[in-house]
């Protein structure tokens, strides 16, 4: 048994025995669960996928005259204005007013962070204490006063593998995905998985200091949706899926080696964002989960041609090990797989965090609250629903 | 000097009779490699190939499959991968069906075969950060 203030004492004293998540599954593998827990003090995740529920507020400082923007556009994607005079949210899979697809609020985060400077337009109906109603500018993140990206929905444990079981080719944001089950595509970085290695929620919730697209960022709420469960398969094996973070940190400090634009085809504009989290070893049980391999986390495969809340499984369970192969096998045929999340870069993350962590420039934190597990799942009864 | 070209042929039942590509590759002198075919005696079909060899003979053979009634299509787009751009993310790999686009296993970083392109432009499409584009070859 370990505490999390033991072991930042020794990540301080540049002592810690720290390990990615690829790594510590092969040393509990050659050395057992028992030594490794003994060994090991930290363990390094990270993932790098497309993640649409992202976004960022950005405060401009005022401008002379006053203004109270009330519609603001960045390079023509309209963002979020309805808050005090200066402040905007823009969220990443807003679409440019000119550009459509190929262009949109991800885009315009990505820029910012990778240094180049937008265009401002505000509009305004005026006001006795903000009188002006127009106003145009040319603003980067050194110009601005606090940027932050407050992304409600990140870090999805667990998702499923899809295919297409139609005749025709369909587009959607798990890629493109060929007729007749030709191809299979999948989202989650495996056993490099930040929240699938601590699938119980245990040593993460609300202040959790995490790796975020470069920054040190925080988890500041459950995420949305979330809805931590598990499948129990008949030999006894738990699936864990459903639990996301809303995570905030600063833009100022992000890199866009790890935080990127994303143009889905035909279905819009999504943000690859980088999260990494280091997980303490504070016993046995912890470092079990922490040392599954791909071969012992699983998903299922959906179909995406029926466009229901529900879609068919048409297998209920499938392993990392074989998606990553590149051929799963659904219904008796064998097809190609092909990921969506980045696995180099999710390893990246992993081994920059773990780099930070022994160099002592990140500590791990003790959560201000635990995040619920009991969160109850509501549907939307729109008003055409059959009765 | 050697230059190198892709062409799509398509066939009619009829042209399948007779020996065309073995013509097409012992008279004129080229190197040449089979991308993609999918022919059948009843139906005809396609074919995409890959010559190699000095311009002048290129050009006689593709008169050649000209004059033999053969429809003939060069391939003239290239497909173009930025490596600083892309971010390994494998989506193009999905509909990539020649295994041009693959990602090492090992290293987990995409690599791409030019010469198994055959210029389908499907992963264009699919990917999501610009890193592969169409171009006209030179
Ligand atoms: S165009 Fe793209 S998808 Fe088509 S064969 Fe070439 S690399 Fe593969
Ligand atoms: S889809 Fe684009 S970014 Fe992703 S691996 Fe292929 S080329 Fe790279």
Not at chain 1, 93 to 115: F, N, P, Q, W
Request: neutral net charge; contains cysteine.
């Amino acid at each position: 048994m370990k505490t999390i203030s033991e072991i930042n004492e020794k990540i301080r004293a540049g002592s810690a025995v720290v390990l990615t998540a690829e790594e510590v599954v092969r040393m509990a593998r050659e050395q057992g669960v028992k030594e490794t827990a003994k060994k090991v003090d930290v363990v390094t995740t990270g993932t790098f996928s497309p993640m649409c529920s992202s976004g960022a507020f950005l405060n401009f400082g005022h401008a002379e005259p006053l203004i109270r923007m009330s519609g603001v556009k960045l390079n023509d994607v309209p963002a979020c204005a309805g808050l005090a005079a200066v402040d905007c949210y823009l969220g990443a899979t807003e679409l440019s007013e000119t550009r459509g697809m190929d262009y949109g609020g991800a885009h315009v985060i990505e820029d910012l962070i990778a240094g180049k400077k937008v265009h401002l337009s505000a509009r305004s109906y005026g006001t006795d204490c903000y009188p002006r109603k127009s106003l145009e500018a040319e603003v980067g993140l050194s110009d601005m006063n606090q940027c932050f990206l407050f992304n409600p929905r990140n870090a999805y444990q667990n998702y499923n593998c899809s295919v297409n079981t139609s005749d025709r080719i369909i587009h959607t944001y798990m890629g493109t995905l060929l007729p007749h089950m030709a191809n299979a595509t999948y989202a989650t970085a495996g056993e490099l998985s930040p929240l699938l290695k601590d699938p119980e929620l245990r040593t993460i919730g609300i202040g959790t200091r995490v790796f975020f697209c470069g920054a040190q960022g925080y988890v500041a709420w459950e995420g949305t949706q979330c809805f931590p469960g598990y499948t129990e398969y008949e030999d006894g094996v738990r699936s864990y899926s459903g639990a996301t973070l809303a995570l905030i940190g600063d833009m100022k400090k992000m890199s866009t080696d790890y935080i990127r634009a994303a143009c889905i085809y035909q279905y819009g504009v999504s943000m690859f964002v980088g999260v990494g989290i280091p997980f303490p070893v504070l016993d046995e049980d912890l470092c079990a989960q922490l040392s599954k391999g791909n071969d012992e986390l699983f998903t299922e495969v959906s179909d995406y041609s029926v466009p229901l809340r529900s879609r068919p499984v048409l297998r209920q369970r499938v392993s990392y090990a074989e998606l990553r192969s590149g051929t799963v096998e659904v219904c008796g045929k064998k097809i190609p797989a092909a990921p969506m999340t980045s696995l180099k870069k999710s390893r990246d993350i992993a081994l920059e965090l773990k780099r930070q962590v022994q160099k002592g420039e990140f500590l791990l934190t003790e959560p201000a609250a635990k995040l619920p597990l009991d969160t109850t799942k509501h549907v939307l009864h729109a008003l055409d629903d059959p009765k | 000097m050697e230059h190198s070209v892709k062409i799509r042929l398509r066939f009619t039942p009829a042209d399948t009779e007779r020996p065309f590509v073995h013509l097409l590759a012992t008279r004129f002198g080229l190197v040449f490699s089979i991308l993609q075919a999918d022919i059948s005696p009843d139906k005809g079909g396609r074919m995409v190939l890959d010559l190699t060899g000095e311009e002048k003979a290129i050009e006689d053979a593709l008169q050649f499959t000209i004059d033999q009634g053969v429809d003939v299509r060069i391939l003239s787009r290239v497909v173009r991968w930025d490596d600083k751009v892309c971010v390994h993310c494998g989506s193009c790999t999905a509909v990539c069906r020649t295994r041009a686009l693959q990602l090492d296993p090992e290293t987990a970083m995409l690599s791409f075969d030019n010469a198994r392109c055959v210029v389908c432009e499907m992963c264009v499409k699919a990917c999501p950060t610009g890193a592969l584009k169409v171009e006209l070859s030179p």
